[in-house]
């Protein structure tokens, strides 16, 4: 008995094809039971209707299986998980040779640093956002602000880092301190960052920053390496800034300043690529006691000396000494520094007291004319550091009451 057909509820294109009931019973299969299972045949619903429906369905189901198979198949992305911090390599197995010269160079930079104030001498991310007299009223609030300016300045500049680190201080509800950043969202948090370089990113590790500290630390920073390295946005050169900030002698800092100047100067043969690379090299033979000293030299060293673009050697001591002491030094004609209008400097004159007005500047008889002197003072660079000093005095009028003492204040 041939098999029943029907159209699936679902699918108007497929059709069903179902054994018989089970009381019938066909002739030919009493004789000859069929083993082979029947099959579930796709149709179009034009076949479907049509009485050849069933010579054209294997065909028909053929050409659609194919073209399913074309189709391109669409997998499943895997849920993200946290990026894995690289390895942390403690020290080379072969100590780096000592560079020729290296105590000379070291000492040249010493002592022309300390005739500079860079922008890192006043607002360093070991002030926490602070001014420099400023002392802080909480060490473990302090700790932390050290920490949170560390996370902010990569890929900034410390004016910038200082300001966004004094924005938290003042915008959160708190203050910087672990209950502000608890109580803070991520978008609140944002806002008072958002001039620094990846603020978006910065933002939501201080906020996991702030939940690690309350559930594993006790609500305060860590003190050790493998702590510090395990928190989100915390690498190598934050962790060992933050030790040495706190007194603690854990390594060399290298920032960009660092991996560049020791670079020019010769100290890594070959030269490094990565910072970690130079951290590593410099380790393995400058003194210990001067691994805490090296950033801050080199830092303010490089913020107005060393520039990263068009370096001023002819301001460098290095550059100066016989024999030369940089191999990078380039021979380049003393700049003239130009003498901007905003830097001009600024003249104010005070003048008081009372001169009688003429009959036809007098408006009524309530009123007088007071004058005032204004000088005029255009300052110019001659060649040899001279300084011509030209001034003209200007007389001009100006109408005020007579019954208070006029006092004009002139600045420009």
Sequence with gaps: MAPRARRSEFNSRVTIYEPAAAGAVDPASATSPSTTPLKRTRVTRSTASSPAAGSSTAATAKEEDEEDEKKPVKVAKKATTPRKPKPFQEKLDKAHPEPKRWREQYEAIRKQRETIVAPVDTMGCEQGGRDRDEAPTNEKDNRLSILVSLMLSSQTKDPVTHQATMNLRQGLRGGLSLEGLLNATVDEIDALICKVGFHATKAANLAKLAVRLRDLHDGDVPSDLPSLLAINGVGPKMSILYLQAIGINAGIGVDTHVHRISNRLGWHKPATNTP??????????????????????????????????????????????????????????????????????????????????????????????????????????????????????????VKAEVASPVKHRLGW
């Excluded at 951290?279 to 001067?290: D, I, Q």
């Excluded at 000396?305 to 002491?325: E, F, N, Q, T, Y």
């Excluded at 001009?344 to 007071?370: H, L, N, R, Y």
């Design 276 to 397: 970690e690379q130079t951290r590593l090299n410099l380790e393995s033979w400058l003194p210990k006691e001067l691994h805490p000293k090296i950033n801050l030299m080199l830092v303010g060293f490089g913020q107005k000396i060393c520039l990263p673009v068009g370096p001023r050697c002819d301001l460098c001591s290095l550059a100066s000494a016989s024999p030369l002491l940089c191999p990078s030094a380039k021979k380049v004609a003393p700049r003239k520094e130009k003498l901007k209008k905003e830097q001009s400097p600024k003249i104010e004159i005070e003048i008081e007291g009372e001169i009688k007005p003429s009959v036809e500047d007098t408006p009524s008889a309530a009123e007088m004319v007071q004058a005032v002197q204004k000088v005029e003072v255009e300052v110019k660079e001659e060649e040899g550091g001279s300084v011509v000093v030209k001034e003209e005095q200007v007389l001009s009028s």
